[in-house]
T-cell receptor, first 114, second 115 residues
Framework: DSGVTQTPKHLITATGQRVTLRCSPR?????VYWYQQSLDQGLQFLIQ???????AKGNILERFSAQQFPDLHSELNLSSLELGDSALYFC?????????????FGEGSRLTVL | GESVGLHLPTLSVQEGDNSIINCAYS??????FIWYKQESGKGPQFIID?????DKRQGQRVTVLLNKTVKHLSLQIAATQPGDSAVYFC??????????????FGTGTQLKVEL
């Protein structure tokens, strides 16, 4: 158990819909990261927050947005969903914001868009 | 652009043998490299990391070797066990002055341990 909690574990929705994925980082971790894992793209970095502020941005679509709240949990919002958005979405956390450091991953939220 | 790739998609080894998983990277500006293990249905789990100013680092039954000349990274697992069966990802990372920490993952190698 990494200590990172993600909900929901599974989510099935239709194209055009909007979903919110939630992540609670490990106790004491200030950084939260979101990754997308699909069969053809592997693990893709989406975005990082550190203590409530956006710190790094990867290949995150404009239809996607995220935020980190004062209690350090984070939400990833996916809107106008397309079939290609079907994937595993992982949240990870770490103590620090930059440099080398172990990222602790949650078990992911599997999104299926029909 | 940046890319981190793996030489082999699947590696099969006999239990008790040593495993070597290879990874090529293209971004010479990386500060560090990390190996992750992902078991079916779970999130990636940290195995070992190495800074770009090192060429070897050892952990428990694992060794990571970094060859910056040819931009090659390898993970050696000694006395491979059935529990080592998983997908292994190499990742390269760079911190930035703004506190960002961006990991770029390779596509993964499936390690299968045969009894």
């Amino acid at each position: 158990d990494s200590g990172v909690t993600q909900t929901p574990k599974h989510l099935i929705t239709a194209t055009g819909q909007r979903v919110t994925l939630r992540c609670s980082p490990r106790s004491g971790d200030l950084s939260v990261y979101w990754y997308q894992q699909s069969l053809d793209q592997g693990l893709q970095f989406l975005i990082q927050y550190y203590n409530g502020e956006e710190r790094a941005k990867g290949n995150i679509l404009e239809r996607f947005s995220a935020q980190q709240f004062p209690d350090l949990h984070s939400e990833l919002n996916l809107s106008s969903l397309e079939l290609g958005d079907s994937a595993l979405y992982f949240c990870a956390s770490s103590v620090l914001g930059g440099g080398a450091g172990e990222l602790f991953f949650g078990e992911g939220s599997r999104l299926t868009v029909l | 652009g940046e890319s981190v790739g793996l030489h082999l998609p699947t590696l099969s080894v006999q239990e008790g043998d040593n495993s070597i998983i290879n990874c090529a990277y293209s971004n010479s500006a990386s500060d560090y490299f990390i190996w992750y293990k992902q078991e079916s249905g779970k999130g990636p789990q940290f195995i070992i990391d190495i800074r770009s100013n090192m060429d070897k680092r050892q952990g428990q039954r694992v060794t990571v070797l970094l060859n910056k000349t040819v931009k090659h990274l390898s993970l050696q697992i000694a006395a491979t066990q059935p529990g080592d069966s998983a997908v292994y990802f190499c990742a390269e990372g760079r911190g930035d002055t703004g506190g960002g920490n961006k990991l770029t993952f390779g596509t993964g190698t499936q390690l299968k341990v045969e009894l």
